[in-house]
Structure formats: C-alpha cells, structure tokens
C-alpha cells in the first residue's frame, strides 16, 4: 500500500548515497511529488521547492501523490488533488 512511510523507507534505506531508480522499458505515467516537494542542488543540498514549481517544471505531466494511502492526481485547472485508483492512473 503506498505511502509517505514506504516512500521515505525506500529512499533512506538506499545504499549509493543517492535516491535515484533505474528502470529499462517502462512507460512514464507523470511525476511523484511528495507533499512538500524538494529539490537536491550540488553544493547547496536540499531546498523546498514546492508544488508550484513541480507544475511548472513538468508542464503536460500528470502529477501524483499518495496520501491516507491512496494515489492523488493533481487537476491543474482546478488546482485540486482528486483520488485515483492504480486502473486510471496505469491503462492499457
């Protein structure tokens, strides 16, 4: 069940100094922000850069977030998060 808890174990828990995922032959869907997105910036570390600057910076991306441990997509015409299930984020 996704979470901000599984989601933080998954970063922390890596080995390599760096939270980056490898992936070969997957299709993107859209960005994960968490909550209160951050940016990581050499020699500056991490700084918040928030939900307006993930908007922004991914334009004609859907963007998703998990809370209560549901998926949320953001809807930017309303500026909203609505709750999607795995069949309407993930189609065939």
């Not at 979470?3 to 995922?21: D, F, K, M």
């Not at 209160?36 to 993930?54: D, H, I, K, W």
Request: charged content about 15%.
């Amino acid at each position: 069940m996704p979470s901000q808890a599984t989601c933080h174990h998954s970063i922390a828990s890596r080995t390599t100094g760096h939270n980056e995922w490898y992936l070969s032959g997957a299709t993107a869907v859209g960005i994960f922000s968490f909550p209160n997105p951050a940016a990581f910036n050499p020699g500056v570390g991490e700084t918040q850069s928030g939900l307006a600057s993930v908007v922004a910076g991914f334009p004609g991306q859907r963007i998703f977030t998990v809370s209560a441990g549901e998926f949320h997509e953001f809807d930017r015409d309303s500026g909203k998060w609505h709750v999607r299930g795995y069949g309407e984020i993930i189609t065939d």
